[in-house]
Antibody, heavy 119, light 107 residues
Framework: EVQLVESGGGVVQPGGSLRLSCEVS????????MSWVRQGPVRGLEWVSV???????YYADSVKGRFTISRDTSKNRLFLQMDNLRADDTALYYC?????????????WGQGVLVTVSS | IQMTQSPSSLSASVGDRVTVTCRAS??????LNWYQQKPGKAPKLLIY???TLQTGVPSRFSGSGSGTEFTLTITSLQPDDFATYYC??????????FGQGTKVDIK
């Protein structure tokens, strides 16, 4: 059974940082395209970042230069380092698998972790 | 690519045929997926590549379309189907985008 479990969310002031973690079981993070997707009150569902099986990384324009996606193959975990957070980054953050061979559809999702950016 | 769903919400009864429309700002060929989301839960993949049902999804769900206009149809609405439905394009690698959602509630 595939399970994705996010952690690391919380309340942070504007300009602050958080590091999200996604513990994965039932599939190998390094062999899959793994994404972070967020769901906020204004923007709805929004793709944030992806790391390909080969290691290439991509970011939405809204987070480029502020967020960094990475993985730990020994622990089978996915991470999202979020710096210089802004109020509009407030959202529920999901890690998700981007289908077989990066097929473009998210077939496995975590339960989500809440990030609130507020002073 | 902007994705626009209509309607934003609808009320229906058990047994009704329900159709949700998704329009793309430019062609996404058939790279269009549908998700179902219930309160407090992550989205669940229903249909990918316009019309392919994800494993375990009931056959009352179907999808059609191509280019810029797509539809999700539920042929006979069941109590478990009251939820919010989202479309998502997977044409513009890697910047997948979602529609704003269509909430289906009980009439």
């Amino acid at each position: 059974e595939v399970q994705l479990v996010e952690s690391g969310g919380g309340v942070v002031q504007p300009g602050g940082s958080l590091r999200l973690s996604c513990e994965v079981s039932g599939l190998t993070v390094s062999e899959n395209f793994m994404s972070w997707v967020r769901q906020g009150p204004v923007r709805g569902l929004e793709w944030v970042s992806v790391i390909y099986s080969g290691g290439s990384t991509y970011y939405a324009d809204s987070v480029k230069g502020r967020f960094t996606i990475s993985r730990d193959t020994s622990k089978n975990r996915l991470f999202l380092q979020m710096d210089n957070l802004r109020a509009d980054d407030t959202a529920l953050y999901y890690c998700a698998r981007d289908g077989d061979y990066g097929a473009g559809h998210y077939d496995y999702w975590g339960q989500g972790v809440l990030v609130t950016v507020s002073s | 690519i902007q994705m626009t769903q209509s309607p934003s919400s609808l009320s229906a009864s058990v047994g009704d045929r329900v159709t949700v429309t998704c329009r793309a700002s430019r062609s996404v060929e058939t790279y269009l997926n549908w998700y179902q989301q219930k309160p407090g839960k992550a989205p669940k993949l229903l249909i990918y590549s316009t019309s392919t049902l994800q494993t375990g999804v009931p056959s009352r769900f179907s999808g059609s379309g191509s280019g810029t206009e797509f539809t999700l149809t539920i042929t006979s609405l069941q109590p478990d189907d009251f939820a919010t439905y989202y479309c998502q394009q997977s044409f513009s690698t890697p910047s997948w985008t979602f529609g704003q959602g269509t909430k289906v509630d009980i009439k």
